[in-house]
């Protein structure tokens, strides 16, 4: 009897031929892929991923489109990427939210860990303190101060729950026995305006987007969030610094993909990924933001993923966080 073909015995037995795989992974993209951004443009996470669009397309052959999709606090443009089509071409730029969300909202149609394949963190950036200039106070020891003096007079505006800067809010609140009203947004350019134009008094964003109105004067900055002070306000202490020993907030950004994404193209985007952010414009682009550029592996970023679900859910719980 002739022996038969091993790639046509691999398909009557149902297993698919070595180096499909990759012939899958060559194979993508075929066409755009789309990266959606879950909130306004304006804000980080626009911001950053605007800064590797360019490099990231020259690096898989076709083309990338942002599409921001907000609502809830991030959650409509993640379940809208967790029900997409597993085929890579429709991403999700992940951030602090992804893992927050489900320690805030109690019916989310979608899982962080197990609902999506994790292509790779890139980078990592402080939140800032900002106060609008109506505000008395030229530190944080005086912000302080007049807070307690003005209990529940000032309200502080987020891009939404369970965004990185309410988290810094929140926890800014609890270490002070501060009492401020938070009025959240649809992203944190909504949330900018609404800060310029004196309707709030005071917020924590990510420090990219506050970084024109900080060097204009049309806020006042008076401390970052990250233990280390950052290299574009050098002379900006940290919260840590300043008496709130152990205070620490980042924010930070990365891709994922449907969770049933064929392992080839989600090692093909991380790949694409790293070659992004090791290019010298994209590094300069995203350093000059005030970003810590990282190199990350998909597996590495669900680890990291679910170590921000530990570290945040006592936070939730303590300031009793709920949508309204």
């Known amino acids: 009897m002739r022996t038969m073909k091993p790639f046509l015995f691999a398909l009557l037995c149902g297993v698919a031929p070595l180096?499909?795989?990759?012939?899958?992974?060559?194979?993508?993209?075929?066409?755009?892929?789309?990266?959606?951004?879950?909130?306004?443009?304006g804000g980080l996470i626009d911001l950053v991923a605007r800064q590797i669009q360019a490099r990231f397309q020259t690096e898989l052959g076709q083309s990338v489109i942002i599409e921001n999709r907000s609502g809830a606090g991030g959650n409509v443009g993640a379940e809208a990427v967790a029900r997409a089509t597993p085929d890579g071409h429709t991403l999700l730029l992940a951030?602090?939210?992804?893992?927050?969300?489900?320690?805030?909202?109690?019916?989310l149609n979608y899982k962080p860990i197990e609902d999506f394949a994790y292509v790779g963190q890139y980078g990592t950036v402080p939140n800032v303190l900002v106060v609008h200039p109506s505000i008395p106070a030229n530190?944080?020891?005086?912000?302080?101060?007049?807070?307690?003096?003005?209990?529940?007079?000032?309200n502080?505006?987020?891009?939404?729950?369970?965004?990185?800067?309410?988290?810094?809010?929140?926890?800014?609140?609890?270490?002070?026995?501060?009492?401020?009203?938070?009025?959240?947004?649809r992203g944190s350019g909504p949330a900018q305006t609404a800060m310029l134009s004196g309707e709030i008094q005071?917020?924590?964003?990510?420090?990219?987007?506050?970084?024109?109105?900080?060097?204009?004067?049309r806020v006042r900055a008076l401390a970052v969030t990250s233990l280390k002070r950052s290299a574009v306000l050098p002379d900006l202490p940290t919260l840590d610094e300043i008496g709130l020993k152990g205070y620490e907030v980042t924010a930070w950004f990365g891709l994922v993909a449907p969770a049933a994404t064929p392992k080839p193209v989600v090692a093909r985007l991380n790949e694409a990924l790293n070659k992004t952010t090791q290019d010298p414009q994209?590094?300069?682009a995203l350093e000059g933001s005030g970003a810590t550029v990282i190199q990350g592996a998909p597996?590495?970023?669900?680890?990291?993923?679910?170590?921000?679900?530990?570290k945040w859910a006592p936070i939730v719980k303590r300031a009793n966080i709920v949508p309204d």
Do not use: C, W
């Not at 180096?19 to 443009?41: D, E, K, L």
């Not at 530190?139 to 000032?154: C, D, H, R, S, W």
């Open 19 to 41: 180096g499909a795989g990759t012939a899958h992974a060559q194979a993508f993209p075929t066409r755009p892929v789309t990266i959606i951004v879950p909130y306004p443009p």
């Open 95 to 107: 951030n602090p939210s992804l893992a927050i969300s489900p320690l805030i909202y109690p019916k």
């Open 139 to 154: 530190t944080v020891q005086e912000f302080i101060a007049y807070v307690k003096k003005n209990p529940g007079k000032l």
């Open 156 to 185: 502080y505006g987020s891009p939404g729950y369970g965004t990185s800067p309410q988290m810094s809010s929140e926890l800014f609140k609890a270490m002070t026995n501060a009492f401020i009203v938070h009025i959240p947004f």
């Open 202 to 217: 005071m917020m924590f964003d990510n420090l990219p987007p506050q970084l024109p109105h900080i060097r204009s004067g």
């Open 282 to 284: 994209v590094r300069k």
């Open 299 to 310: 597996d590495a970023f669900r680890d990291f993923v679910r170590g921000e679900q530990v």
